[in-house]
């Protein structure tokens, strides 16, 4: 039985683990720990010639593992957020020493290399989560973190720098359920501004967000899910907009995005993705767009209050997180080196650095 099949969903949607002990800490970084290391398999998007094909530990010193890059970015991520949360984490010793292995001054700099020759690699949500990861080695007050943000400042620079430049100006938005997704990258850009005070990039954040998404009314919800989603494009919406609109905007807002959450075509937001027993591969993401889908509806229902759509998002969070755990941690690569993040921005989305107050 593995330690969150008996977790209590209305815990786990509080967005806090304080109920969460050592087995629930060591089985959520065993898949990241793991695949931080794994070089192979890996995505290679682009080979040039037959003498070009890359290495990824050669192109991506610091993350070239998990498959691809993003993962390897997000999976750090949920490690070192989890040395934040989890006091005493049982394994600690093996993920300081693998990060240490890896977060090196000269490491860093290829990496900031290679974006300065591939200036739209992982744009946006490489670039997202990379930002995440310096938010919450900023959060932490530990001479560990300390230094490895101090190691990563160059490419978090970057990242910052492309994102101002590259992304925010951006003149529609993307609104698709996988990597390209504006409203996500944008929520996590907004975290990262906050959680280390960067005033200017916030407001600009809020004004792209606004030019992008305030006028949209009436989503058309039963295009959900298209193909192999790991996000809701409406909901990762309306968890970017709860983050800059003030509770009585949001509700007007909301309102005219879902003219009635509990009726058809919207009430189908409610309800999770079917997954058989044996899914695998790409259908994966369906387990990841349960997840995100439960984060976003949690937060939506914190937000909304005592409004009658607070209910609902509530109890659909419930039954997405139940959803997204029975299958999150399979032994099939194609999952496992990625949903362990997800279940963790899950279960401690109320602990700093996601949508902060």
Same mark, same amino acid.
């Given at each position: ?47 040039? !010639? ?6 990824? !530990? ?6 070239? /593992? ?59 949500? /490489? ?42 100006? *951006? ?8 990597? /390209? ?13 906050? !959680?280390?005070?960067? /005033? !200017? ?116 969070? *419930? ?39």
């Amino acid at each position: 039985m593995h330690p969150l099949d008996a977790a209590d969903t209305a815990a786990v949607c509080s967005g806090r683990s304080g109920w969460a002990g050592p087995a629930v800490a060591e089985a959520l970084a065993h898949a990241p720990l793991d695949a931080i290391d794994t070089e192979y398999p890996h995505d290679v998007h682009a080979v040039e !010639s037959p003498d070009s094909v890359p290495v990824p !530990s050669e192109q991506h010193p610091v993350f070239f /593992g998990c498959y691809d890059w993003h993962s390897a970015v997000h999976s750090h991520w949920a490690l070192v957020r989890q040395l934040r949360l989890f006091e005493d984490h049982p394994d600690e010793t093996a993920i300081v020493r693998s990060i240490d292995d890896r977060l090196t001054d000269a490491t860093v700099a290829r990496e900031v290399a290679y974006f300065d020759e591939h200036e739209s690699f992982e744009k946006p949500y /490489g670039w997202a989560w990379l930002l995440h990861l310096a938010a919450e080695l900023r959060r932490w007050d530990d001479e560990r973190a300390d230094r490895w943000s101090g190691t990563l400042e160059p490419l978090e620079a970057r990242v910052v720098d492309l994102v101002e430049g590259e992304f925010l100006p *951006q003149n529609r938005a993307f609104r698709v359920g996988t990597h /390209g997704n504006t409203a996500f990258a944008l929520h996590c850009v907004l975290d990262y501004a906050r !959680s280390v005070g960067n /005033g !200017s990039l916030e407001s600009a954040v809020v004004d792209t967000s606004l030019r992008l998404f305030e006028d949209d009314t009436d989503y058309p919800v039963e295009y959900e899910p298209l193909g192999w989603d790991f996000l809701s494009p409406a909901l990762t919406e309306a968890d970017l907009l709860r983050r800059i609109l003030d509770r009585e905007a949001f509700t007007t807002w909301v309102e005219r995005f879902f003219p009635e959450v509990t009726d058809a075509p919207y009430s189908d937001l409610l309800s999770p993705v079917g997954l058989d027993d044996d899914s695998g591969g790409v259908a994966l993401h369906l387990v990841g767009l349960n997840l995100s889908k439960a984060w976003a509806m949690a937060g939506l229902a914190d937000t909304l209050g005592d409004h009658r759509y607070a209910g609902p998002f509530e109890r659909a969070a *419930q039954d997405h997180a139940a959803a997204g755990i029975d299958h999150a941690f399979t032994d099939d690569y194609a999952g496992s080196h990625w949903l362990s993040s997800f279940v963790l921005y899950l279960l401690t989305r109320n602990e700093g650095g996601i949508a902060p107050a």
